[in-house]
């Protein structure tokens, strides 16, 4: 989907009198969004910029203008209340298990986070496929040279191992952007380098200096280094290790409490005795990544920044490892809100600002949560269902009389338009309803599809709404747009079924699919229960050897006609036909990529086949990529990858 809403320029108001508190944060006016006009139909692999316009003529106002931010220049932010936002998702983010993306899917993530405007996109590990590296080229070469009128570009961030050929693969991944940069890193603390290592202070810190030196030397003058476990490694290691890699050139220093271990407290006062004893410290740029293990990630990341950290590395909605990291939106809002009364003590005059245009932050959010597959919990803050939504009588009686005696900011600045949705003309959306109808409140919801996707979207709308009563909630119509998330790479689809099951006799099911080749294909098969029976017959129509990871089915709505949304994490068996192989970069071994997908529909064993064949798409779609891209790497050809899905997939 081509999420679009405008960006803005939102205003901060003063504390209120009338209760003591801080006023919502809201644009002073709800005007129609802007449109990014489309990219150029092509984009050379050199580093020629590509000149985007950023806001319509109707929509030149100062609501919607971006916000300003100082020069970019490698380990310097000449602004010291300047606060960079690295944004991680496409790296670390897709690391959450079933969490995996195609490289169209990170292509359209990465451009709505630079709509979105952070400063750096940390667009993958190159290393670890070759799927992985021609994403982040990609990224790289396309969103990497598309600059906006104010002269924005996001930085592009290929992370590697403290290995030259990892750090040799990160710099020809991301060499063709306008700002390219390479991360690169070694653990630290003493558990790390005695039982993972197996190596001493000593030869580690010749490893990450040769690392950075090695990257210098490629002719890469944007250098970010991080001590993995920087949260449990002793602050005389982190001293002299840190005090070598600026000497050898690197230029921002992050520093990762990998395990989430550290209190806010702690992990501040650690910022802070860096920067006061590590040499050279006023020559390069501190970073916080932090992991949410004790659900400290926000808290720990602004503790850093109080104490002088000026990049705070995050995701979007907070996905990553484990139980995640800091997450993007929960940080941008509370430096929005707080950022210029509550963080003095540092450098600069600690009014602290990012340019962050809070109004994508809704409809990235959503874009994220459809691609993984990796759905907010409703009373996530910020992007959660229930951010916003008031049900205690007494909170209800607060918000009619005056919106801010609950909410310290608006849905509206964050690209959900409520009084739309709210307020409007009260259209219900049945069998009837026009594809204008459909259009205008998916963009009130927060997404803006382009025709092709809307069309999708309007095709299975009208296809639940025959067979509904009563027209389709907000929450149905969101659900179909998650359908089609999924279908990006529509290899296999299915356009029959049917099942026979009972407490006597055995579950049965016949599938019907057309193919790649657009020629449709039959099979029955029987299982332990009738989803069981249609997956294996896809299985064997298909020809592929799968394993099931996890299975979810959830309702949209209440009542007997409600839509059904199902999915499912699957991962090709271990040396199968199949096996999609890639490297952990934090592991620094092979496991097997896990693959999501969702599927919606009235019927169950119709949203469960859905959602199977979407996860299944992806796993092949990836796989054919992979093969054409060893072929090509075989061949000694150059240049993108020409997708050839339909020969790989159909020989499977």
């Not at 600026?246 to 409490?257: K, M, S, V, Y």
């Not at 920067?275 to 990630?297: M, P």
């Not at 891209?629 to 993108?640: L, S, V």
């Amino acid at each position: 989907m081509n999420l679009s809403f405008g960006g803005a320029l939102l205003a901060m108001l003063a504390a209120s009198s009338s209760f003591g508190g801080a006023e919502a944060f809201t644009p002073r006016a709800l005007q129609q969004p802007q449109h990014l006009s489309t990219r150029a139909t092509s984009f050379s692999t050199q580093r020629t910029p590509v000149k985007v316009s950023m806001i319509d003529d109707e929509a030149k106002s100062e609501l919607f203008v971006r916000k300003p931010r100082p020069e970019y220049i490698p380990g310097e932010i000449p602004d010291p209340d300047y606060v960079r936002i690295f944004d991680t998702t496409l790296r670390d983010g897709e690391q959450s298990p079933g969490a995996t993306l195609t490289s169209e899917e990170k292509l359209e993530i990465a451009r709505n986070l630079a709509k979105l405007g952070v400063d750096i996109i940390e667009a993958g590990f190159p290393i670890a496929s070759p799927d992985d590296f021609q994403a982040v080229k990609n990224i790289a070469d396309k969103v990497g040279n598309e600059i906006f009128e104010d002269g924005y570009v996001p930085v592009i961030c290929g992370l590697s191992r403290a290995f030259p050929k990892d750090i040799e693969r990160a710099w020809d991944a991301v060499k063709g952007a306008t700002r390219p940069r390479i991360h690169t890193f070694i653990a630290t603390s003493k558990i790390h380098m005695e039982t993972k290592l197996n190596k001493t202070p000593d030869e580690v810190v010749e490893i990450a200096v040769n690392a950075v030196t090695f990257a210098k030397g490629l002719g890469c003058d944007d250098i970010e280094f991080s001590p993995e476990d920087a949260g449990r490694s002793d602050p005389e290691f982190l001293y002299r290790i840190l005090t070598a890699v600026i000497e050898a050139g690197a230029t921002t220093l992050n520093i990762p409490d990998t395990t989430g271990w550290n209190m806010p407290w702690e992990f501040g006062g650690l910022i802070k005795k860096l920067r006061e004893n590590v040499k050279g410290a006023d020559k390069v740029v501190f970073s916080t990544h932090c992991q949410n293990d004790l659900g400290l990630a926000t808290a720990n990341s602004l503790a850093g920044a109080l104490n002088g950290a000026r990049q705070l590395e995050c995701t979007i909605n907070g996905i990553g490892e484990r139980a995640g990291n800091a997450s993007l939106e929960e940080i941008v809002m509370s430096l929005a809100l707080k950022g210029e009364t509550h963080f003095e003590g540092g450098p600069g005059t600690g009014k602290l600002r990012t340019a962050i245009n809070p109004v994508h932050i809704s409809s990235t959010s959503k874009l994220v949560s459809e691609y993984t597959g990796m759905i907010c919990q409703p009373h996530k803050a910020i992007v959660g269902a229930n951010a916003f939504r008031h049900e205690s009588g007494i909170h209800q009686d607060g918000m009619i009389k005056n919106k801010n005696t609950y909410e310290i900011m608006t849905p509206e600045s964050i690209g959900l338009m409520r009084g739309d949705a709210e307020s409007g003309a009260g259209i219900v959306l049945g069998k009837h309803s026009g594809r204008n109808a459909v259009g205008t409140r998916l963009k009130e919801l927060g997404y803006d599809l382009d025709p092709d996707k809307l069309n999708a979207v309007f095709t299975r709308f009208k296809e639940v709404a025959e067979r509904r009563k009563g027209g389709l909630e907000d929450e149905d119509l969101e659900s179909l747009v998650l359908d089609q998330a999924g279908n990006i790479n529509n290899l296999w689809t299915v356009t029959g079924l049917q099942v026979s099951t009972g407490m006597s006799g055995i579950p049965t099911a016949t599938v019907k699919m057309r193919g790649p080749d657009m020629v449709e294909r039959y099979m029955a098969s029987t299982g332990t229960g009738p989803v069981d029976a249609v997956y294996k017959a896809i299985d064997q129509i298909i020809g592929i050897s799968i394993e099931l990871e996890s299975y979810s089915l959830s309702s949209v709505t209440e009542g007997i006609e409600a839509l059904a949304v199902t999915r499912v994490g699957i991962a090709a068996i271990e040396g199968g036909p199949n096996d999609v192989p890639s490297i952990h970069s934090q592991f620094g071994v092979f496991k097997n990529r896990q693959f999501s997908g969702s599927g919606s529909d009235t019927d169950i064993i119709t949203s469960s086949a859905r959602a199977y064949v979407s996860a299944v798409n992806k796993l092949l779609t990836w796989n054919a990529r992979r093969s054409q891209q060893e072929i090509e790497e075989a061949n000694g050809t150059a240049g993108d990858a020409i997708e050839t899905q339909s020969k790989v997939v159909t020989s499977a």
